[in-house]
């Protein structure tokens, strides 16, 4: 499986460390507020990668962290805490904010059929991991404290920009809400480890630590949950592309400075998601949800295709124009492949030439634009069609876009009706009950709603029988 490594920026075989156990670590979100959709992009294309590593046959195991703590509103340290932000936006405390936001963005990956990694961490469960790997960064002089805080110094590294093409200007990039220097840091690009002497004299969560009562950097969160989890060795890093600098970069100063080795083997960025105004953010709180799609008339799994549709190391602009097109094809290829007989058994000899061409797409860098081709060329093939819903199912492991339980016109009639029909038993049932009790005026009701659905009732000596007026 070849994969593009935003370390060494090269297109590379992809060999974990340990055989065939992968370990995998992904960026979650930072629960401020709703995920919007260009997140929601880059958790759809790691989730294409989890699935499609499982596929070829790899043991995963997938880790993330929930933020909700440390974030701040550039990620250079400088702005406002984004947790709290959110906590004033809605008269509400951090800790409650986090609970909505990670449950609603859990909501959101069910709707896409995201799976949730094996372990999900909030940040704020590992204090104690974040204070023990602070300690070890100052004692082997990796660290600092200046004016309260504790700093990671750069200048001990023989390299830090390992992602190539950045240098110190970068840090204003997200700069938006400030454009503050802090005095206390020896290099531009140092970056802080443990706050103590917070700019926000209301800061609600903070905890005890060897130096002052304070609370931890964003980056030191996602080296310290990795190492907790996924071990000294980590197979793959996920993430969008603006999380690679200065984000991944300084988790990859401190993981490698207190493990002595390195670290990660291979990066895997996604590009953002724009819209007609540029990248789509959350920090300007005017962005497109899931529930907004669904409010539109659009079904999740739609958008899922249309992030399918291109490659995720390619910007994606999103318009409702582009969307539409995605939902009809959606409809056109759900509704083929739910006229496909369910008869007979598949021909797996048959079938290994598509299968093949597949696995080809996705080894190739995840290209799940052609992955999708295969599906049409399944559909056009010369396969009977018990062949073609074993590959589509198959295809679908990785997909996950439903493709086969969509019901055929048949099915749907049949599954209205038998909805119907248990809806009137249910009236039937609750009308005999109110009877028995003499409650005539539930009675009385039911009846009248069954008249309205035109249900004629016969009592006989076997029970009630119904049937629909003709
Ligand atoms: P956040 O909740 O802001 O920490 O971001 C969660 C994930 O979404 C991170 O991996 C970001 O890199 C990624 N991300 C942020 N904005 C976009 C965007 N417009 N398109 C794609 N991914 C994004
Ligand atoms: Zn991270």
Known sequence: MILYNSLGQTRQEF?????????????????????????????????????????????????????????????????????????????????????????????????LNIKTPDVVEPATNCIDEFIEMVSVLLEK??????????????????????????????????????????????????????????????????????????????????????????????????????????????????????????????????????DARGKMSKSSGDFLTVSLLEEKGYNPLVYRMFCLQSHYRKPLTFTYESLDNTAKAYEKLTKRIAGLSKDGSADIAKAKPYLDSFKEALDNDINTSLGLTCVYDVLKADLDDATKLYLIDEFDKVLSLNLTKAKSAQEQTESADSEVNAEVEALIAQRTKARAEKDWATADAIRDKLKEMKVVIKDTKDGIEWHFEN
């Open 15 to 111: 060999v974990p460390f340990n055989d065939k156990e992968v370990n995998m670590y992904t960026c979650g979100p930072t629960v401020y507020h709703y995920a919007h959709i260009g997140n929601l992009r880059t958790y759809i294309m790691e989730d294409v990668l989890e699935k499609y590593l499982r596929f070829s046959g790899y043991n995963v195991k997938r880790v993330m962290n929930i933020t909700d703590v440390g974030h701040l509103t550039s990620d250079a340290d400088t702005g406002e805490d984004k947790m709290l932000k959110g906590a004033k936006r809605e008269h509400k405390t951090v800790l409650e904010i986090a609970k909505f936001y990670t449950d609603a963005f859990f909501a959101d990956c069910a709707k």
């Open 141 to 274: 002089g990796y660290a600092y404290v200046a004016g309260g805080n504790v700093y990671f110094d750069t200048s001990k590294l023989d390299s830090y920009y390992v992602f190539g093409n950045m240098n110190e200007d970068d840090l204003a990039v997200g700069v938006r809400d400030s454009v503050e220097e802090d005095e206390n840091k020896r290099n531009k690009a140092d970056f802080v480890l443990w706050f103590t002497k917070s700019k926000f004299d209301d800061q609600e969560l903070k905890w005890e630590s060897p130096w002052g009562i304070g609370y931890p950097g964003w980056h030191i969160e996602c080296s310290c949950i990795s190492k907790k989890h996924n071990g000294e060795y980590l197979d793959i890093h996920c993430g969008g592309i603006d999380n690679a600098f200065p984000h991944h970069t300084n988790e990859i100063a401190q993981s490698e400075a207190y493990l002595g080795h390195k670290w990660c083997n291979y990066w895997f960025h996604v590009l953002h998601l724009n």
